[in-house]
């Protein structure tokens, strides 16, 4: 079954979080998960096979900050193209009948103008780059995710757009306010959702920053903006900060997440899965909920 079909019809359940399950096994501060692909394959072929096989029906590979401009800000020297490839290989390898791979997006590492030096047009440059090959190393679908700036996040669905017919989904990160769910920029629900759609979105979400409880109203007003698909990826409640100040721990236990993600589907969400504190056997509750 072709991928977009599946998803409008039965939906998918997605992996989750990728940045704390490397932290947890020994990701140092200022070290660029990405290269963890090159230089520890072991592990993330271990993470992405423990998700699928908690039941998750895809795998989000290790490629969210693996653009030009964020590796070079991150001091890496490695080849961007070849973390990359790797980043797909390793999700691709865990993978089995019936599973897939999505390209994971998102990071530049730098603001647009006029908060930051980076102009739309360079972003667009450089969201493609990273594109052409990701769509090379076969992934199934794109995922642009934990976007704050509405502008990036069109940006960034315009340059996969330029390069691949794949599906593309967006997922952009709100707080919620006495006035409802804003982007840090200020940009709403309704309007950041449909102008994702209209620049070429196959899906449009929201991921990150708050934990499943608040997630399920925020998704409900993203499934009454658009008739695309919606992806929704909580985190695991909101980070507390361990009393040596070393380690940021989420609160949110499994089966409480899972309850929400049940609440979030029901409102007629296709695609779920989870964010920053989430793990296999998060995934796991989920699948066995819904």
Same mark, same amino acid.
């Not at 967006?170 to 309704?190: A, Q």
């Not at 994702?196 to 409880?213: F, K, T």
């Given at each position: 079954?072709?991928?977009?079909?599946?998803?409008?019809?039965?939906?998918?359940?997605?992996?989750?979080?990728?940045?704390?399950?490397?932290?947890?096994?020994?990701?140092?501060?200022?070290?660029?998960?990405?290269?963890?692909?090159?230089?520890?394959?072991?592990?993330?072929?271990?993470?992405?096979?423990?998700?699928?096989?908690?039941?998750?029906?895809?795998?989000?590979?290790?490629?969210?900050?693996?653009?030009?401009?964020?590796?070079?800000?991150?001091?890496?020297?490695?080849?961007?193209?070849?973390?990359?490839?790797?980043?797909?290989?390793?999700?691709?390898?865990?993978?089995?009948?019936?599973?897939?791979?999505?390209?994971?997006?998102?990071?530049?590492?730098?603001?647009?103008?006029?908060?930051?030096?980076?102009?739309?047009?360079?972003?667009?440059?450089?969201?493609?780059?990273?594109?052409?090959?990701?769509?090379?190393?076969?992934?199934?679908?794109?995922?642009?995710?934990?976007?704050?700036?509405?502008?990036?996040?069109?940006?960034?669905?315009?340059?996969?757009?330029?390069?691949?017919?794949?599906?593309?989904?967006?997922?952009?990160?709100?707080?919620?306010?006495?006035?409802?769910?804003?982007?840090?920029?200020?940009?709403?629900?309704?309007?950041?959702?449909?102008?994702?759609? *209209?620049? &070429?979105?196959?899906? +449009? #979400?929201?991921? =990150?920053?708050?934990?499943?409880? !608040?997630?399920? @109203?925020?998704?409900?007003?993203?499934?009454?903006?658009?008739?695309?698909?919606?992806?929704?990826?909580?985190?695991?409640?909101?980070?507390?900060?361990?009393?040596?100040?070393?380690?940021?721990?989420?609160?949110?236990?499994?089966?409480?997440?899972?309850?929400?993600?049940?609440?979030?589907? *029901?409102? &007629?969400?296709?695609? +779920? #899965?989870?964010? =920053?504190?989430?793990?296999?056997? !998060?995934?796991? @509750?989920?699948?066995?909920?819904?």
């Amino acid at each position: 079954m072709e991928i977009l079909t599946r998803i409008k019809e039965q939906g998918l359940i997605l992996d989750g979080g990728m940045g704390s399950m490397l932290i947890d096994r020994g990701l140092g501060g200022g070290e660029a998960p990405e290269t963890w692909n090159l230089t520890r394959p072991d592990i993330l072929r271990e993470i992405h096979g423990a998700y699928f096989k908690a039941g998750a029906d895809l795998a989000t590979a290790n490629t969210f900050g693996a653009t030009a401009m964020k590796l070079k800000k991150m001091g890496v020297t490695r080849d961007m193209a070849d973390i990359n490839r790797a980043g797909v290989a390793l999700a691709r390898a865990a993978a089995g009948s019936g599973q897939y791979v999505a390209g994971d997006m998102g990071s530049l590492g730098e603001m647009l103008e006029p908060m930051g030096p980076v102009s739309v047009d360079g972003a667009e440059a450089c969201f493609r780059d990273q594109a052409e090959i990701l769509e090379d190393a076969g992934v199934d679908l794109f995922f642009i995710e934990t976007v704050f700036d509405l502008n990036l996040g069109l940006a960034a669905v315009r340059a996969v757009r330029s390069v691949s017919s794949r599906p593309v989904f967006c997922s952009l990160t709100f707080k919620e306010t006495p006035k409802g769910f804003f982007t840090i920029f200020g940009n709403n629900v309704r309007d950041s959702m449909k102008a994702l759609v *209209d620049a &070429g979105a196959s899906g +449009v #979400g929201a991921n =990150c920053s708050m934990g499943s409880d !608040t997630m399920v @109203e925020l998704a409900a007003r993203i499934r009454d903006s658009v008739d695309v698909p919606v992806m929704i990826q909580p985190n695991a409640g909101l980070p507390q900060i361990t009393g040596d100040n070393q380690k940021a721990v989420y609160p949110e236990e499994d089966l409480f997440f899972a309850g929400n993600i049940r609440k979030i589907k *029901d409102l &007629g969400i296709e695609i +779920v #899965g989870g964010c =920053c504190g989430t793990t296999p056997a !998060t995934i796991r @509750e989920v699948k066995k909920i819904i």
